[in-house]
C-alpha cells in the first residue's frame, strides 16, 4: 500500500514564526501536493512538484514556499505565520505514470496559529 | 461557477440508500473519482469510473455516470453510520493537467 506520511498531526504556532510542515512518502511517486482544506471550500492547491527540485504554483500559493530536494519528501513552508493560515493542511503524492491518475493523501496535519 | 460541484450536506436514516450527486463542466473529463474522507483523517480514493462506462459497482457503492448531462453520482446502500464521512468529487481532464479537479465535498451524516 502506498503511504503519505505527514509529521505532525497538530501544530499549533504563533504569528511571525516560520513553520514547516513535512510529507514522505513511500511509492517514489513523481508528483506531489500541498492543499489546504477549509470548512466550505473544499480542497485548494497550494503547491504541486512534478520532479525533484522542480515546483510549480498552485491555485493560492501567497504566503508560502516548498522544497522538495529529495523525491520522497515535500516540504511546505509558511515563512512568517499568520492567522488566516490556520487550517487543515494535506500533502498528496501521484504517481506519473499511470492514467488513472489516482491521488494518496496523507493523514492531515492540522495547523492553529494564534 | 464552479468546475465541480456538489451539495455541502446530505442527511440519511441507517439502513436507507445514500446518493451523493456531482456534476462537471468538461466534457473531455477521462475519470471521474469518488474519495472519503473520514473525520480527522485524508482523503482515500473510493472507487473511479472511466468515461467511456456508464456505472460501476463495487459491493454497496454504486456509481452511475452520465456524460450528455455531465452528471456524476454515488449510490450507498445499506448505509451505516460507519458512512459518516465527506465524500469529494472529482475529474481529471484529458489532455492537459493530470491534476484532478475536486468538488467541495458532501458531508453525509448518518442518523439512527
Known amino acids: 500500500d502506498v503511504k503519505v506520511t505527514q509529521s505532525s498531526r497538530y501544530l499549533v504556532k504563533r504569528t511571525g514564526e516560520k513553520v514547516f510542515l513535512e510529507c514522505v512518502q513511500d511509492m517514489d511517486h513523481e508528483n506531489m501536493f500541498w492543499y489546504r482544506q477549509d470548512p466550505g471550500l473544499g480542497l485548494r492547491l497550494i503547491y504541486f512538484s512534478y520532479d525533484v527540485k522542480m515546483k510549480e504554483k498552485g491555485d493560492i500559493p501567497e504566503g508560502y514556499s516548498v522544497s522538495r530536494e529529495k523525491k520522497e519528501r515535500f516540504s511546505l513552508i509558511l515563512e512568517s505565520a499568520s492567522t488566516n493560515q490556520t487550517s487543515m493542511y494535506l500533502c498528496?503524492?501521484?504517481?506519473?505514470?499511470?492514467?488513472?491518475?489516482?491521488?494518496?493523501f496523507g493523514a492531515g496535519t492540522r495547523l492553529s496559529v494564534l | 461557477g464552479e468546475d465541480v460541484e456538489q451539495s455541502l450536506f446530505l442527511s440519511v436514516r441507517e439502513g436507507d440508500s445514500s446518493v451523493i450527486n456531482c456534476t462537471y463542466t468538461d466534457s473531455s473529463s477521462t475519470y471521474l473519482y469518488w474519495y472519503k474522507q473520514e473525520p480527522g483523517a485524508g482523503l482515500q480514493l473510493l472507487t473511479y469510473?472511466?468515461?467511456?462506462?456508464d456505472m460501476k459497482q463495487d459491493q454497496r457503492l454504486t456509481v452511475l455516470l452520465n456524460k450528455k448531462d455531465k452528471h456524476l453520482s454515488l449510490r450507498i446502500a445499506d448505509t451505516q453510520t460507519g458512512d459518516s464521512a465527506i465524500y469529494f468529487c472529482?475529474?481529471?481532464?484529458?489532455?492537459?493537467?493530470?491534476?484532478?479537479?475536486f468538488g467541495r465535498g458532501t458531508s453525509l451524516i448518518v442518523h439512527p
Open positions: 472529482a475529474e481529471r481532464r484529458s489532455g492537459g493537467s493530470y491534476i484532478p479537479t
Open positions: 498528496a503524492s501521484l504517481s506519473g505514470g499511470q492514467a488513472k491518475n489516482i491521488q494518496y
Open positions: 469510473i472511466f468515461s467511456n462506462m
